[in-house]
């Protein structure tokens, strides 16, 4: 059964979206079956995934939209095969769906990844800059999350704001739900206020948050990538982020086999 992986923070500008591609296409590049989901109303992992949101007639949306009104929608039917290897689950406008009045309506994603789990070993859910109803399935359909935070402004206080949201999610509506770490992104090394912000949250969270080992660096060539839809390993594949964002997958990957051995072991005892 696939590991869900949602990414997610309510900032916007983190990297989160180039976080969510890349490393699906790293673990895509390492033989693993992947699925993104676009979560997301701006549809920017759709658009960097060089799908033109505005053409999409089926979409997340239109799936969250269906079950909420009883329906069993096709899911494997809305599925974009991505030329990468990846597969992807696109979003468009139409992800603004009647969440507010649906039944369970926390668990709505969850209940429709049912149908494909078997089909991944990874599902990366890009999630929205914001901790609504919309980033809430997004957890509660989650094994795990992971923090992309930028390197350029001190988090404290929005990190708090995620953390308590996840511990929510925990209470509520799913409570094996992990924090896989935090991955710093849009580094740059030279400076000082780069360096201030990593020693702080290493400080702050280090001793319960994994801190991925990988920062993700800044540069154009991330940004250049997505505007052609195409991943930084295509674009560019000597290029810094694209040596860091395969380091994070085998980091990713390295934890996954981990926590696999560890459940093996338990059932064994």
Request: overall charge neutral.
């Amino acid at each position: 059964m696939a590991k869900t992986i949602a990414i997610c923070n309510q900032k916007g500008g983190v990297g989160k979206t180039t976080t969510a591609l890349n490393l699906g296409a790293g673990l895509s590049r390492e033989g693993r079956r992947v699925l993104l989901i676009d979560s997301d109303p701006q549809s920017d992992l759709t658009a960097s995934a060089g799908i033109e949101a505005d053409s999409v007639e089926k979409s997340l949306g239109r799936l969250m939209y269906l079950a909420t009104e009883n329906y069993k929608p096709d899911v494997k039917d809305t599925i974009i095969h991505h030329e990468e290897g990846f597969d992807i689950i696109p979003s468009n406008l139409d992800l603004e769906t009647r969440l507010v009045n649906a039944m369970s309506r926390e668990k709505v994603l969850d209940n429709l990844l049912k149908d494909v789990r078997n089909d991944y070993d990874y599902i990366l859910i890009d999630c929205m800059p914001s901790l609504g109803m919309l980033t809430i399935n997004a957890l509660t359909a989650a094994d795990s999350v992971i923090i992309p935070v930028q390197a350029q402004y001190l988090p404290a206080k929005g990190m708090t704001q995620l953390l308590k949201s996840i511990d929510m999610v925990r209470s509520h509506t799913n409570e094996q739900l992990k924090i896989d770490g935090i991955v710093m992104t849009l580094v740059d090394g030279r400076t000082n206020l780069a360096k201030d912000v990593i020693n702080a949250i290493r400080t702050n969270y280090g001793m319960h948050i994994r801190i991925f080992d990988t920062q993700i660096p800044s540069g154009v060539k991330a940004a250049e990538a997505s505007k052609t839809g195409r991943s930084i390993f295509t674009y560019d594949g000597e290029c810094k982020p694209a040596k860091a964002y395969e380091a994070l997958t085998k980091e990713v990957i390295a934890d996954a086999e981990r926590k696999r051995k560890r459940d093996k072991a338990a059932i064994t005892r």
